[in-house]
C-alpha cells in the first residue's frame, strides 16, 4: 500500500475524486501477513475514465481487449503490473462466460466473486470491508462460496478446481460441507473446462503444502478421475512433498509442481505425453514431464551407482533432470517400504548432492583432434567422442589428451592409416 508504485496510482486514480480501494487476494494476504503476489484496485470508474486518468498521470496501459470488455485496465508502473477493474455486477452467465454491468454499488461487485476471504476490499487508508463475513473466515481457516455454493459453480465449473486450490492453501478445518456436496453433485461440469485454465489450477494445488491430502479432496469429489485419471500415486507425491519441504537445503529442491505432477502419474510414456497434451503444457515442460514419469529404470540413478556412473549420467541428462529423478525416486522408494532405510538415504543424500556441485573441467579433446588421430569423419567421430567422455567421466575426469587418443584402439574405434603428404 505504501510501494511508490502503488501511490503513483493511487493519485492517478482518485485524480477526479474517485473512491478507490484494493480488492481480492492483495487484502487476503495482507490481513494474513502473507506476501502479496498482485495488487488489483477497483474503481466505480468506467474503464475509458480509468484510461483517461493514466494518460494524463504518464502511466503507461497495455491493449488487452478482452480485458477492457470485461472492465479491466491493465496499469504499468515501473515495470510493476496492475489490474485496474470497474465495479461490476452480473446480469447472466452462461457457466463459464458472464455478461456484466458497470455499477458504482461495492457490495454488489463484492458478492459476484466466488468466496467469502476473496470478497474483502480495502481504501488506500487501511479501512477493510468485509460484506460476507469473510474475515471470520479466513481467521477460522475456512472456505466458504459467497452465496449459493451450486449457484456459485454453476456459472463457472472452474470454481471447483479454486475451492480445492483455496482449501488446500488456507483451511484449517474440514471442507464446508455445502461446498464440498456443490462440487460433488457437479463434478461433470469440470469436464467442458480448457486444458489450459485445468492446468493453472491444478499446478497451483500441487503447490500446497499438503498437496497428497488436497488430492484426495479432489477424488473424493470425484473430480480428479475426470481431469487426471492417471493420478495413481498419492502415497509417492505425500513423499515427495515430505523430501522437497523437510530439512533438504540444496539449490533446485523445494515445492516443485511440475515434478509433483510427474510423480502422482502412474503412467508410460505415450501417457505421460497425453497429459501433457491435455493440460496444454510447453514443449519443454512436456519433455521434462515425460522425462521424470517415464524414464525407464536402466537410465534413472540410483543409490548403487558409483560415483563414476553417476558423472556420467549428469552429464547425459543434466543436473537438473538428474535431481527431479533422484527426488522422485527416492519419493517412491520411502512410499513402497513404509520405512527409512538410513544407509539408502546416505546414497540417495550424496547422489542429490552431486546435482547441486557437478562441474566436471572442459573435455580435453575435440571432433577435430579425432579426425587428425585418423578417426573417420561423420558418425564416427560422435561415436568416438561419447565413448571417449564416458571413459573420462567413469575414470574422475582425469585422463588427459594423450591418454583419451590412446584410448582409441582400446575401445575398437576403427583408426584410418594417415595419408603420407599429411604426415
Not at 546416505?346 to 579433446?365: I, K, S
Amino acid at each position: 500500500m505504501k510501494s511508490p508504485e502503488v501511490a503513483r496510482l493511487l493519485t492517478a486514480l482518485r485524480a477526479d475524486g474517485a473512491q478507490v480501494r484494493f480488492v481480492g487476494g492483495c487484502v487476503r494476504d495482507g490481513l494474513l501477513r502473507r506476501p502479496v503476489k498482485d495488487v488489483d484496485i477497483a474503481t466505480p470508474d468506467r474503464p475509458d475514465v480509468v484510461q483517461d486518468l493514466l494518460e494524463r498521470a504518464g502511466i503507461q496501459t497495455v491493449p488487452w481487449a478482452r480485458g477492457i470488455a470485461h472492465g479491466t485496465v491493465l496499469a504499468v508502473v515501473n515495470e510493476t503490473p496492475f489490474e485496474v477493474t470497474t465495479l461490476r455486477r452480473d446480469i447472466q452467465c452462461d457457466g463459464r462466460h458472464a455478461e456484466v454491468v458497470f455499477t458504482d454499488d461495492w457490495m454488489a461487485d463484492a458478492a459476484r466473486r466466488d468466496f467469502t476471504i476473496n470478497a474483502l476490499s480495502a481504501t488506500p487508508d487501511g479501512a477493510v470491508y468485509d460484506y460476507f463475513d469473510g474475515i471470520a473466515d479466513l481467521s477460522a481457516g475456512r472456505v466458504r462460496f459467497v452465496g449459493r455454493a451450486t449457484e456459485r459453480i454453476r456459472e463457472d465449473a472452474l470454481r471447483i478446481l479454486r475451492f480445492f486450490r483455496f482449501h488446500a492453501h488456507y483451511a484449517q478445518t474440514p471442507p464446508d460441507a455445502d461446498a464440498f456436496t456443490a462440487c460433488q453433485a457437479l463434478a461433470h461440469t469440470v469436464d467442458d473446462l480448457s486444458g489450459e485454465r485445468v492446468r493453472a489450477e491444478l499446478l497451483k494445488i500441487l503447490l500446497a503444502p499438503d498437496p497428497a491430502g488436497a488430492l484426495l479432496l479432489v477424488r473424493g469429489a470425484h473430480v480428479l478421475e475426470r481431469l487426471l485419471p492417471e493420478a495413481g500415486r498419492i502415497d509417492v507425491l505425500r513423499m515427495l512433498a515430505f523430501l522437497e519441504t523437510r530439512g533438504i537445503v540444496l539449490p533446485g529442491v523445494g515445492a516443485d509442481d511440475l515434478r509433483r505432477l510427474a510423480a502422482v502419474l502412474k503412467t508410460d510414456e505415450p501417457g505421460a505425453q497425453a497429459v501433457a497434451e491435455r493440460l496444454r503444457l510447453s514443449r519443454l515442460e512436456s519433455r521434462r514431464l515425460t522425462a521424470i514419469a517415464a524414464l525407464p529404470p536402466e537410465r534413472r540413478p540410483h543409490p548403487g551407482l558409483d560415483g563414476g556412473d553417476r558423472h556420467r549420467l549428469l552429464d547425459r541428462l543434466g543436473p537438473d533432470l538428474v535431481r527431479d529423478l533422484i527426488l522422485v525416486d527416492w519419493a517412491a522408494e520411502r512410499a513402497r517400504s513404509g520405512h527409512t532405510d538410513s544407509r539408502r538415504s546416505r546414497a540417495w543424500m550424496t547422489a542429490l548432492e552431486e546435482t547441486a556441485t557437478f562441474a566436471p573441467p572442459p573435455f580435453p579433446l575435440s571432433g577435430h583432434d579425432l579426425i587428425a588421430a585418423g578417426v573417420p569423419r561423420g558418425p564416427k567421430v560422435g561415436e568416438a567422442m561419447a565413448a571417449l567422455r564416458d571413459w573420462w567421466l567413469r575414470d574422475a575426469c582425469r585422463p588427459d589428451r594423450a591418454a583419451l587418443l590412446a584410448r582409441l584402439d582400446d575401445l575398437g574405434i576403427v583408426v584410418k592409416a594417415p595419408v603420407p603428404w599429411q604426415d
